[in-house]
Every structure is written in structure tokens, then in C-alpha cells.
């Protein structure tokens, strides 16, 4: 079995600040990893993913995580953060122990941005 | 944006009543998912279709049946209404067979209230 744990379940930050939404997952094999964003009323859309390859990934809107499989962490980073960004965030890993094609999310992390 | 929509937008019913929500996609993809989207659980699958009249049940799919008779459309159906059905419900959908190489793309969402 797979799990996410966000353990951030709301984070403020003001404009033009660093943030840093934490992610850590648990599985006994190869995982792929992903953070999804949804804006209010809105359904979830890609932000980044993790398959293989430079730990580092990048994504849309500046948003970047890190994958530390030692720690099993998946960290999203933004160097200056805008009021737009202001959603929710799911970390969600996919796992390769079969069952088809099938994602476990986390419980969402709020990013609330103010001026 | 992945061409997915979800019918009806948000609809009240009350207890024991049956319901039917449609994800309607023009992607052609394979696999179509059903999830429900509650506060403090994230994401949590209930049912996904690996291909026509292929389904398969997923961590909270009691209460809930589905069908799938052609590529493009994928139905979620609550027999007898409860208040604990009353949820945003999201569709995904996502290409190939197997692999967490395959992102999912996400519907708008139907936000469903059973009194």
C-alpha cells in the first residue's frame, strides 16, 4: 500500500515571498509523484511530476519540487510567490505495486498569498 | 484543457433518491475515473474503467455503481441517496494502458447535496 502525507494543511505567506508546501510518502517500491493545483471552483490540473531522472523537476507558474528518496519527500518550492497562486495543492503519488493506473492523494495543503 | 465535462454542474436531491452523474470526454483515452473530494480526505477514488464495460472498484466505492458503454462516456450512479454522498465529484481521465507515466486530466467537478 501507498500513502501522501501533507502535513500543512493551510499556509499563508505574503506576495512576492519563498514557499515551500511539503510532501512525504510512503511506499515499499518505485513511486511517480505529482503535485496538482486547483484554483477555486475549478477541477485539479498538472503542476509538475516526478518519473525518473534529475531529482529536480520543474513546472508551470514557477513551481518546483525536489525528490529525496532517502527522506521519501516531494517538497514544491516557489522563490516569490503571487496572489494568483493563491489554491490548493495535492501531492499525489502513484506506485508500482499493479492495480492498474491509480493515484493516492494527499489531504491538500490551502496556499493562502496576501499582500 | 483536456476535453472532459461532467453533467449536472450541481444538483440537491434528497435521501433515497437515485442519482446519475455523466463524465463525457472527447480525448478518446482508455482509462476514466470517478473520485469524490471531501474536506480533511483530498482525493479518494470510487470507481475506475480501464476500457468499455471494464470497471473496477476503488478504496470508497460503496454505495456507488458505475457503467461504461462506450469510450467516451462514463457514469457514476448512487442507487439510494444518503447525506453522506453530498461531495464534489470529479472525473479523470488519462491514455494509456498501465504505467504512471500517464497523467490524469481532471473535470470541472459536479458538487452534489443530498438532504
Known amino acids: 500500500a501507498q500513502s501522501v502525507t501533507q502535513l500543512d494543511s493551510q499556509v499563508p505567506v505574503f506576495e512576492e515571498a519563498p514557499v515551500e508546501l511539503r510532501c512525504n510518502y510512503s511506499s515499499s517500491v518505485s513511486v511517480y509523484l505529482f503535485w496538482y493545483v486547483q484554483y477555486p471552483n475549478q477541477g485539479l490540473q498538472l503542476l509538475l511530476k516526478?518519473?525518473?531522472?534529475?531529482?529536480l523537476v520543474k513546472g508551470i507558474n514557477g513551481f518546483e519540487a525536489e525528490f529525496n528518496k532517502s527522506q521519501t519527500s516531494f517538497h514544491l518550492r516557489k522563490p516569490s510567490v503571487h496572489i494568483s497562486d493563491t489554491a490548493e495543492y495535492f501531492c499525489?503519488?502513484?506506485?508500482?505495486?499493479?492495480?492498474?493506473?491509480?493515484?493516492?492523494f494527499g489531504t491538500g495543503t490551502q496556499l493562502k498569498v496576501e499582500l | 484543457d483536456a476535453g472532459i465535462t461532467q453533467s449536472p454542474r450541481h444538483k440537491v436531491t434528497e435521501t433515497g433518491t437515485p442519482v446519475t452523474l455523466r463524465c463525457h470526454q472527447t480525448e478518446n483515452h482508455r482509462y476514466m475515473y470517478w473520485y469524490r473530494q471531501d474536506p480533511g480526505h483530498g482525493l479518494r477514488l470510487i470507481h475506475y474503467s480501464y476500457g468499455v464495460k471494464d470497471t473496477d472498484k476503488g478504496e470508497v466505492s460503496d454505495g456507488y455503481s458505475v457503467s461504461r458503454s462506450k469510450t467516451e462516456d462514463f457514469l457514476l450512479t448512487l442507487e439510494s441517496a444518503t447525506s453522506s454522498q453530498t461531495s464534489v465529484y470529479f472525473c479523470a481521465i488519462s491514455g494509456t494502458p498501465g504505467g504512471g507515466t500517464d497523467t490524469q486530466y481532471f473535470g470541472p467537478g459536479t458538487r452534489l447535496t443530498v438532504l
Open positions: 516526478y518519473l525518473s531522472g534529475s531529482t
Open positions: 499525489a503519488v502513484w506506485g508500482l505495486t499493479g492495480g492498474g493506473n491509480k493515484l493516492t
